[in-house]
């Protein structure tokens, strides 16, 4: 039963919710696996943090939430305060480098991994791909989803027009991913 | 001066003097911070309501607060008075049996357009009907806010909302007309960008005997101004800056909004109508003599 | 506590169910309450706005049931005991606000005067097929105490009980009258006020910064009450909350709000279930009924056992909550079960659930516009000794 | 801001830089155009007021009535020359 | 008959419960939605507004439910496949309305997304304490049919069976979706529309003057259909009604029209009921589960067969009907039944009804706010063999 | 010649020449006599209503009607229309409906004052708003009829009800005026005493396209005028004849009723707006351009 | 009332006096004041309107449009002559 | 058991409810018997027939309706036509002459008395005095109550400042039918 859970954390206006929803997508539509995505509501939340959660596995998914991520995608200090206590031990942690900073609390055996991902969103024009970077990060670093499925999982949640853009910004992610992680 | 020292100064200066926010006596200081968007003008509005609340010179123990569902309808919760969150349309009934069973209270309606003006527009009706006796503050911020930004019925003709994706091409109520026609006392409409002026109308508003309307323009940045390009919530409240016109005793028939469009603010209505229980008070010791003791005014309140 | 003289029409009179309870509702101590008008509930308002101006009170005659089911929560929480009346259509519509009462704790009686069902159906006839309405009606978990009157001194009797009830459990009770109950006019005997016991709300001595007004014990589930004005400053919201009465919308604070209203009833089942007995011990059969369909039911033990059939009968005044204990008790004496009740089954559902097997449960149903004739009652007592 | 500040006028404003979510609504609509946004950002990640032309605040509290978030407020400095001396004097009585 | 390729979406999408119900709901024809916003449901009506516009049919957002969930019968009886959506406090506004559509026999799909109740309660949190109110809310005697999806899949599958039921059997059908179902996102695949089978409405084929619209066979329950401007002159009415759908305020009328409707969907309750059984036959103890729960237990259920209990799960897709003869025979064969569900015991009350004390009846209960751990129900089953 | 003679001739004449009460085809004759009191107006406007049917030419199989609950509700039973009698209150939101599904039905709307402006007021203020096509025509006895006459929000100030037993002290709706301030675009005020004038209105009420609010007032002998001591039906319709002032074009906010006192008829508003559909038509065309096709008039209905 | 009466108007009314409540709406807004009430009662014991005064009668069927319960309708002897050649025509044609 | 059941018909207007609440109040207050009265309503009811159901007995009542009676109280033809098959054999009926006449339908052994009450009221002076001549005719004619009792039900149940003309309405009535009943 190969499961993987995932938290992306971070703040309103960041997509987070896109970010999240691009990797279920292309878990579930592109890859052929099952993948739950659960989107936090509730008018507590309104206007600060955000985050949701996604569930991938080989095989149906019955508990549909993520209690406790084997990887954790942070682009708030807020978000690592809130989810840093969840990670199973020997999670990986992905993370904004310029938003949150990474202290001793990391559990046991968990590996974290940064990125300046707004920075790159920034060169490539758009502060907005920030989550389109942050998705190609994931790709790269975590080997879950193959490049094609992610490609097209982009291509096909993206806003007719913007595909060229947010494919650069999943590159550029991608290829820091795998840099990182050294996959 | 690097901004923190800044801070930690004026923190001690507080201190010392024992200054405080004139607003914070009225909150339930340890609900805050409040769920509101940033530039959500719901808060000020809160702000004009405690000033009017210092003015009035009334006794806050006998000032009590009902709420519907919304955005909006969160202010009870934050207001250090006897506070009611009801059902979604319904605080001016809840707010009417609270007034006829304890008449020396006075009742306060805050609630939003959609609560007072879609499911709870009867209610608003009948209340102004009876001049019950009521002051009601809708804030208006031409949406939905609490559910994420449906069309309302005040929501102008032109604007995007989740259930008008391509822009509403419903009418909007004028809100002023509605009440005044049904017979309201006194009736006014300001925007967060009148602060003095909408605390006065609140102010006059809680010395008022009878059935008072006021309406607060309130920008919700998150689900009407961003969704429609129109800017932040500061945005919003510089356009009700620039394109107010204040009309005090305007015809309530030529206030309407348009999408954008001028805004006509102003105290509308202000006469004199008996409450419904001064007429019913007036009218039983009329037909039933001394068989009746007029009501809530024993201990001589009301 | 004693009754307010000035409520107390003490005397014997000839008067119908609707009227007795009014003034059952006024002898209680009832001084607010709201309504609309339908039949065939309509006499108790329009008794209760004739009687008030002289009593000392408010009656409202609201611009709909949603707007009278809550005013009456606004006029409880402004201090007084509150009612409101109405029928099928107009209770369904006041099914949210029955959740406001419950979850906010808010004493109010509920007068529902059965007719036809279902939708405007029969608006001048008889039913008794809202009765899982009453239990179920709103959503969420939500539990109510509901009374079933037979006749119009009931009526006023049990509209006392009623009001006692909400008082000391806070949680909304439903009067669930009939249509024949409402429209029969009997005898109705009204003591003097000395001779009524009224509960009182159940105000709290606290101080002003003391007192939490959803704050309760182990020992005592019920939260004392205050009202607006006497300077606690409370916040009250249909939102799950804590004992401040402030929103709390977190799982533990759910288990904890809603577990704790549900079982404020359901742990003290025992106290609030009123049954009448008469002949159970030694029965073969046991005939349950409840409000108008509980004389007829009577009328056709009697004639059961003038056939020499062990015939006993209990009735429930109160039927929710429902007498489960002494059901599964009596299960196990007897052979069978007869429920008669004007709708297509719904107290028997309960009985058949707690009889679980151990006797036969045999339903009289009726779709409703009159009651039973005692006949059919009968034959199915005779087919449950067979 | 204090009173040894060289440059002081009518008033002086208080923020609580927490609890702002940079509206706006007191930089803009400061009748003397006295407030400036921070460079720093809170916790919630927000820049804040500061005053940026003391000389120019009347302590209005025009500021205070627009904050949507209770963040900050004007006084005069004589209303807090009263409070300090009030203070001043309670804190006497209390010894 | 198949879709109307207008309303479907043909393909495979990443899409939530929400969404998927409202695609459903276009594909299997629904034309008219009326609607009032509420969370959790609101992106339902969103979509509906947003699609319809070029599949052909109209979206309203009226002022209030009262008005949605008559609007919409006023659509059935124009001709069009309708819904309404809502949840808790909406849900609780309609209950006078979904007695008019069961009265008059009103093609209409209601969607209840579940939220914390009771009251205003937990808005943003799931729970599944509605089951119950969708069965008795309204007042008199009733009958509906309502279905319970666990995945976004199933909103869009059993939204097209919903949209089918109601035409075939003419009763108010009820899709009891929840927070966590309609806020998912998963794998959703719509076929092509000729692989999608829709039932129309059962149209008359008389000509004006011979056409009673509510006259029946003793073989068919079910009326046809006409619509307004086709020239049957109909009559519809919320009054006990005759064959011509005239009022017909009499104890007969009465019988012969609530019995024929609330037995046309009990005696056909074997055609409507729908259960998915795994491993049940041989086992010691069932799980009985419906909506997002069922999901849940299943995870329960695999971690006791793990540990070699032999334990059954039953999943009733369709809860109203009950599934009773099927758990009164699995009853016989079983030690007990675990019935875990987000509320503090409503469906469980059914099951126990039906098992008659034949086999345990464990509840596992949760007052709401998330799904339950399946530990909690693990153990359950453990208590269930010990 | 006696009476009874007389009425036998007529009989034979009658059958000769097929002679009929122009009402009667517009009947549901297996459901005569009505249940409504001797004296009540009710039946006089339905009298109207079918004067109006034929004089617009329309095809019955074209137009629908639609009651709430009441004794006013009765009508949607009586009349040879399809025709639907739902639940109090709601009659314009199930109408709404039943236009917005089969855009090519005329619907009416034809309800009492309390089915319309007590429990239904949101609905009267939305869809007048909306301008949703709909005619409605509310005949307003100033009580509830069916339920035993207790007090409306149309009962003036003054008469006894079974709900203000001491005599009603609540001040009244003024309906023209209410409907008027929500956007209807044709609002006329008749009596039972202007049979001509109500049909005519009636007729135009059915010409035209939008929301059209026609106020009838109409005796309740039973319920309001004998327990007031006004006499039978008749003489409220002798009154209805002193008192009236027939005011064209009158501005609603001035035709407001009292007890016995003048009553303004005439036909006040009448103006045009685009409806509801006919908005959403147009805008989605605008935005959606050919991907949307002009909803409800395919087969050149509408 | 038939055509024989001495006295003739330009119209004349039909009655179903069994329906009729006895109301008087047609009888108080008759233009002409041609009705009167019977002496007699009908079945459900009301008196109903007779042509007291044929001669003064119009057809104008303003007592029809009045009478709440559709019992009294008047028409024009015109219309009911062309009717009843119409009908004589008919009766003729189908012979 | 024993047991009367009595139906009261007319036409609204006519007082028939009243009536029959005097007679039901005079059994049940002033004589200590039980006696339940129910009265026909419904929006079919309106301005036409009008009926009210008593019974009258030793015992509680159970089944509250009047279906078989053993007395009827007719004050219109509609009434009698509508009633007069539901009789007891041998059951009594008591008639406003002048507004219903007998025919041959009464059931076996059936004894019918008329009164004609309204020319008795007319008399008196108001005609809606009508109802209560008919409650002295059935006191006077059944000896079901006393006249003592029925005096008092009639003083508490007539509006103030009526007693009077009520109670000579009442005597007219009382001594009528003890005459015509042979009492
Ligand atoms: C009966 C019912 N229907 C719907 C809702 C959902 N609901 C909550 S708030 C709201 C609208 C809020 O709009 P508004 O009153 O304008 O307040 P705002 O949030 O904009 O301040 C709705 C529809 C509800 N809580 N109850
Ligand atoms: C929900 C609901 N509440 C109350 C009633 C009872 N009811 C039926 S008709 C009516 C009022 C009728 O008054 P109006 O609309 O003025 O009609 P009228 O009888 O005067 O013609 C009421 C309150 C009902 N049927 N349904
Ligand atoms: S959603 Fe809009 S109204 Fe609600 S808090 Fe945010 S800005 Fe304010
Ligand atoms: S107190 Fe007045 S002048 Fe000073 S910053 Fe605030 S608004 Fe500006
Ligand atoms: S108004 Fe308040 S929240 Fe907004 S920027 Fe100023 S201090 Fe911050
Ligand atoms: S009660 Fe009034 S409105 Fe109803 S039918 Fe009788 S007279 Fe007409
Ligand atoms: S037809 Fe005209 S003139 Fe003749 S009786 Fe009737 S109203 Fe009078
Ligand atoms: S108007 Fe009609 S009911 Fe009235 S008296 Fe004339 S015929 Fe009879
Ligand atoms: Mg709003
Ligand atoms: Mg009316």
């Known amino acids: 039963m190969a499961k993987t859970e995932i938290r992306v954390g971070g703040l309103g206006g960041q997509g987070v919710i896109l970010c999240a929803s691009i990797i279920g997508k292309c878990a579930s539509i592109y890859e052929g696996k099952h993948a739950t995505l659960i989107q936090a509501f509730g008018p507590e939340a309104r206007g600060s943090a955000c985050s949701a959660q996604v569930t991938v596995s080989e095989d149906e998914i019955g508990y549909p939430y993520v209690k406790n991520p084997d990887i954790l995608v942070l682009m708030s200090q807020d978000a690592y305060t809130q989810f840093i206590p969840q990670l199973k031990p020997g999670g990986l942690v992905l993370y904004e480098e310029e938003l949150v900073s990474i202290d001793g609390k990391l559990p046991k055996g968990a590996k974290a991994v940064g990125i300046p991902a707004t920075r790159f969103a920034e060169e490539l024009g758009r502060r907005l791909v920030l989550n389109i970077v942050m998705v190609g990060f994931f790709a790269g670093a975590t080997n879950l989803v193959s490049w094609e499925s992610v490609e097209k999982a982009v291509k096909s949640s993206v806003p007719k027009g913007t595909e060229d853009l947010n494919l650069k910004a999943l590159k550029k992610g991608y290829d820091y991913g795998k840099e990182q992680a050294g996959n | 001066m690097s901004e923190e020292m800044g801070l930690e100064m004026e923190q001690d200066l507080e201190r010392e003097c024992a200054l405080e926010n004139p607003v914070l006596p009225y909150l339930r200081q340890d609900r805050i911070p409040h769920i509101w968007c940033p530039g959500c003008g719901i808060g000020t509005t809160v702000n004009c309501f405690a000033r009017a609340l210092t003015e009035s010179g009334m006794n806050m123990d006998d000032i009590a607060i009902v709420s519907g569902i919304g955005c909006t309808g969160r202010v009870a919760g934050y207001l250090n008075l006897d506070s009611f969150h009801t059902t979604h349309g319904r605080a001016i009934p809840f707010a009417t049996g609270l007034k006829l069973a304890n008449p020396h209270m006075k009742v306060v309606v805050y609630s939003g357009d959609g609560d007072l003006s879609a499911i709870g527009g009867n209610h608003l009706l009948h209340a102004a009907r009876r001049n019950m006796d009521l002051m009601v503050v809708c804030v208006n911020n031409f949406t939905y806010g609490m559910t994420g930004g449906q069309v309302a019925p005040t929501t102008p003709t032109g604007p995007t909302q989740t259930t008008m994706p391509y822009g509403n091409f419903e009418s909007s109520f004028n809100l002023p007309a509605l009440a005044s026609a049904c017979g309201a006392v006194y009736v006014a409409r300001w925007t967060v960008y009148h602060v003095r002026q909408l605390a006065k109308a609140m102010r006059e508003g809680l010395q008022k005997k009878g059935f008072v309307f006021i309406e607060a323009l309130s920008p919700c940045p998150t689900l009407y101004s961003r969704r429609n390009r129109l800017g932040d919530g500061v945005d919003q409240v510089k356009y009700y800056k620039e394109r107010s016109i204040v009309k005090n005793g305007a015809d309530t028939k030529d206030v309407g909004l348009t999408y954008q469009g001028d805004i006509v603010v102003g105290k509308f209505v202000d006469r004199e109508r008996p409450t419904w229980m001064d007429s019913m008070n007036e009218h039983f010791t009329k037909v039933l003599g001394n068989k009746f003791t007029p009501y809530g005014v024993e201990n001589g309140q009301d | 506590?004693?009754?307010?003289?000035?409520?107390?029409?003490?005397?014997?009179?000839?008067?119908?169910?609707?009227?007795?309870?009014?003034?059952?509702?006024?002898?209680?101590?009832?001084?607010?309450?709201?309504?609309?008008?339908?039949?065939?509930?309509?006499?108790?308002?329009?008794?209760?706005?004739?009687?008030?101006?002289?009593?000392?009170?408010?009656?409202?005659?609201?611009?709909?049931?949603?707007?009278?089911?809550?005013?009456?929560?606004?006029?409880?929480?402004?201090?007084?005991?509150?009612?409101?009346?109405?029928?099928?259509?107009?209770?369904?519509?006041?099914?949210?606000?029955?959740?406001?009462?419950?979850?906010?704790?808010?004493?109010?009686?509920?007068?529902?005067?059965?007719?036809?069902?279902?939708?405007?159906?029969?608006?001048?006839?008889?039913?008794?097929?809202?009765?899982?309405?009453?239990?179920?009606?709103?959503?969420?978990?939500?539990?109510?105490i509901a009374l079933a009157p037979n006749s119009p001194q009931e009526c006023f009797d049990l509209m006392i009980t009623a009001f006692n009830l909400t008082e000391t459990w806070r949680v909304p009770v439903m009067f669930m009258m009939d249509e024949v109950v409402g429209h029969m006019t009997e005898r109705v005997e009204i003591p003097p006020p000395e001779k009524i016991e009224v509960v009182d709300r159940k105000w709290t001595t606290k101080k002003p910064g003391e007192y939490k007004p959803f704050e309760t014990t182990p020992e005592d589930p019920v939260p004392f009450m205050t009202k607006a004005g006497d300077g606690h400053r409370i916040h009250v919201t249909g939102l799950t909350h804590d004992e401040r009465g402030y929103p709390a919308m977190t799982v533990p604070a759910q288990d904890k709000l809603v577990k704790r209203l549900v079982y404020k009833i359901r742990d003290n089942a025992d106290k609030i279930v009123d049954v009448r007995e008469d002949g159970v011990e030694g029965a073969d059969v046991i005939v349950v009924s409840y409000g108008i369909t509980s004389r007829v039911a009577m009328a056709a033990v009697e004639q059961a056992r003038a056939k020499g059939i062990k015939v006993g009968h209990l009735r429930m005044v109160i039927c929710w909550p429902f007498p489960a204990k002494r059901i599964k008790e009596l299960a196990k004496k007897v052979k069978a079960f007869v429920v008669p009740e004007i709708n297509l089954g719904q107290m028997v559902l309960e009985v058949e659930r707690h009889v679980a097997g151990v006797a036969k449960v045999l339903h009289v149903g009726h779709a409703g516009g009159t009651v039973h004739e005692p006949d059919v009652i009968l034959e199915k007592i005779m087919e449950a000794v067979r | 801001m204090s009173g040894d500040e060289p440059k002081k006028g009518k008033g002086t404003v208080f923020v609580r830089a927490e609890v702002c979510k940079g509206c706006s609504y007191c930089i803009d609509f400061c009748p003397t155009h006295s407030l400036e946004f921070s460079r720093e950002f809170n916790a919630k990640g927000y820049h804040y007021p500061t005053l940026a032309r003391p000389e120019d605040c009347t302590g209005c509290d025009l500021c205070g009535l627009y904050c949507p978030d209770f963040a900050i407020y004007g006084v005069r400095w004589k209303d807090i020359e009263e409070k300090r001396q009030k203070a001043a004097q309670v804190a006497k009585a209390s010894e």
Chains 1, 8 share one sequence.
């Not at chain 3, 009593?55 to 005013?71: K, N, P, R, T, Y």
């Not at chain 3, 109010?108 to 059965?114: A, D, G, L, Y």
């Not at chain 3, 405007?120 to 006839?125: A, E, K, N, V």
Request: charged share 15%; hydrophobic share 40%.
């Open chain 3, 1 to 144: 506590m004693q009754a307010d003289p000035k409520g107390v029409l003490t005397g014997i009179h000839f008067m119908d169910g609707d009227h007795a309870a009014c003034e059952g509702a006024l002898a209680a101590g009832c001084r607010f309450v709201a309504g609309y008008p339908i039949t065939p509930s309509t006499e108790i308002v329009e008794r209760f706005a004739a009687r008030i101006p002289t009593v000392g009170g408010v009656f409202i005659q609201m611009e709909d049931e949603l707007a009278a089911s809550i005013a009456i929560q606004g006029g409880a929480w402004g201090g007084k005991k509150v009612m409101s009346v109405s029928s099928g259509p107009g209770i369904s519509l006041m099914m949210e606000h029955l959740g406001y009462a419950f979850i906010t704790e808010t004493p109010s009686v509920w007068v529902n005067v059965q007719r036809g069902g279902p939708s405007t159906g029969l608006p001048t006839q008889p039913a008794q097929a809202d009765m899982m309405q009453a239990k179920w009606g709103s959503h969420g978990d939500f539990e109510v």
